[in-house]
C-alpha cells in the first residue's frame, strides 16, 4: 500500500470509533483485509485489572481541562459502568475495538485501547450505543447478533442518530487503535447523521477533513487531525 495512502486511511482503523476504528479495513487490499481476529478472545483479555489505570487512560482523550471534570465510564463484565460522576458534560472511556461496526476485520482485537472523550451531544447517542455493544460482547453474543441487535435499536428508537454539534477528542498518546496504526495520530471527530462527506467536503483535495460512513450504526464520521496529544507534546507530522 503506498504511504499516502496508508497515512488516509490508518485512521480508519481507529475504533471508535474509533472506533474509531474501522475505514482502513475497507480500503485496504484484500489479502490484507482477512480477519486476523475471527473470534472473540477470553473476556479478561478486553478487561483492565487497574481500575485507576483504566479512568486515567479514558481522561487522557483530551486535554486536563476538559478530561478532569469528565465522567468517566470503565469496561466490567456486564458492559461499561460510571466510575467517575463528572460535571462538565463531557464523558470519556476507553473504548475496545468492538465500538467498531462488526464488519471491522480486528473487531475482536483483544489488544485494541482507544480512549475518547466525547461532549454532551455525542455522549447522548455515542455512549448508550457503546453500552449496548459492550453488554452484548460481555454476554458472549456473535458479530451476527450484534448487528441485528443495533439494526433492531435503530429501528425501534431505542437508539437515537446523532445530534447536531456530536463531537469528540481522540488525543490520547496512549491509544492502542489496532495493530497497524497502533497509536497514530491524534484526532478529532464528529458524529453525523445518513452518509454525509459531501456535504462536509471530506476527502477532496486540500480538506483537512477525513470521513468514514458506517451504515451499521447509520452516520458518517468526519475526523480532522490536530498537530498534538492531550498532554500538550507535539504529535508525528502528517503527510498531505
Same mark, same amino acid.
Given at each position: 500500500?503506498?504511504t499516502?495512502?496508508?497515512?488516509?486511511?490508518?485512521? #480508519?482503523?481507529?475504533?471508535a470509533?474509533?472506533?474509531?476504528?474501522? !475505514?482502513? &479495513? %475497507?480500503?485496504?487490499p @484484500?489479502?490484507?483485509?482477512? *480477519?486476523?481476529?475471527?473470534?472473540?478472545?477470553?473476556?479478561d483479555?478486553?478487561l483492565?485489572?487497574?481500575?485507576?489505570?483504566?479512568?486515567?487512560?479514558?481522561?487522557?482523550?483530551?486535554?486536563?481541562?476538559?478530561?478532569?471534570?469528565?465522567?468517566?465510564?470503565?469496561?466490567?463484565?456486564?458492559?461499561?459502568?460510571m466510575a467517575?460522576?463528572?460535571?462538565?458534560?463531557f464523558?470519556?472511556?476507553?473504548?475496545?475495538?468492538?465500538?467498531?461496526?462488526?464488519?471491522?476485520?480486528?473487531?475482536?482485537?483483544?489488544?485494541?485501547?482507544?480512549?475518547?472523550?466525547?461532549?454532551a #451531544?455525542?455522549?447522548?447517542?455515542?455512549?448508550?450505543?457503546?453500552? !449496548?455493544? &459492550? %453488554?452484548?460482547?460481555? @454476554?458472549?453474543?456473535?458479530? *451476527?447478533?450484534?448487528?441485528?441487535?443495533?439494526?433492531?435499536?435503530?429501528?425501534?428508537?431505542?437508539?437515537?442518530?446523532?445530534e447536531?454539534?456530536?463531537?469528540?477528542?481522540?488525543?490520547?498518546?496512549?491509544?492502542?487503535?489496532?495493530?497497524g496504526?497502533?497509536?497514530?495520530?491524534?484526532?478529532?471527530?464528529?458524529?453525523?447523521?445518513?452518509?454525509?462527506?459531501?456535504?462536509?467536503?471530506?476527502?477532496?483535495?486540500?480538506?483537512?477533513?477525513?470521513?468514514?460512513?458506517?451504515?451499521?450504526?447509520?452516520?458518517?464520521?468526519?475526523?480532522?487531525l490536530?498537530?498534538?496529544?492531550?498532554?500538550?507534546?507535539?504529535?508525528?507530522?502528517?503527510?498531505?
Amino acid at each position: 500500500m503506498k504511504t499516502k495512502q496508508m497515512s488516509r486511511s490508518a485512521i #480508519a482503523l481507529s475504533a471508535a470509533v474509533l472506533v474509531a476504528a474501522l !475505514l482502513a &479495513a %475497507r480500503m485496504a487490499p @484484500a489479502q490484507e483485509a482477512a *480477519a486476523p481476529y475471527p473470534t472473540m478472545a477470553p473476556v479478561d483479555q478486553y478487561l483492565m485489572a487497574d481500575r485507576a489505570a483504566e479512568i486515567a487512560l479514558a481522561r487522557s482523550a483530551a486535554p486536563k481541562s476538559i478530561s478532569d471534570g469528565a465522567e468517566v465510564l470503565v469496561l466490567g463484565r456486564d458492559g461499561y459502568a460510571m466510575a467517575v460522576k463528572g460535571g462538565n458534560g463531557f464523558v470519556c472511556l476507553v473504548e475496545r475495538a468492538f465500538a467498531a461496526s462488526t464488519d471491522f476485520n480486528e473487531f475482536w482485537n483483544p489488544k485494541n485501547r482507544s480512549p475518547i472523550c466525547l461532549n454532551a #451531544a455525542a455522549a447522548r447517542g455515542h455512549v448508550p450505543l457503546q453500552e !449496548l455493544k &459492550a %453488554r452484548l460482547v460481555m @454476554a458472549g453474543k456473535s458479530k *451476527a447478533e450484534i448487528s441485528r441487535a443495533v439494526t433492531a435499536a435503530f429501528d425501534n428508537k431505542k437508539l437515537p442518530l446523532p445530534e447536531p454539534g456530536a463531537m469528540c477528542y481522540m488525543m490520547s498518546k496512549q491509544q492502542y487503535l489496532n495493530d497497524g496504526a497502533r497509536n497514530w495520530h491524534p484526532h478529532l471527530m464528529w458524529f453525523v447523521p445518513g452518509d454525509a462527506a459531501k456535504r462536509w467536503g471530506a476527502g477532496l483535495p486540500g480538506s483537512p477533513v477525513i470521513a468514514a460512513n458506517d451504515p451499521e450504526e447509520r452516520m458518517t464520521i468526519m475526523m480532522v487531525l490536530v498537530d498534538h496529544w492531550s498532554d500538550g507534546t507535539p504529535a508525528p507530522r502528517t503527510e498531505h
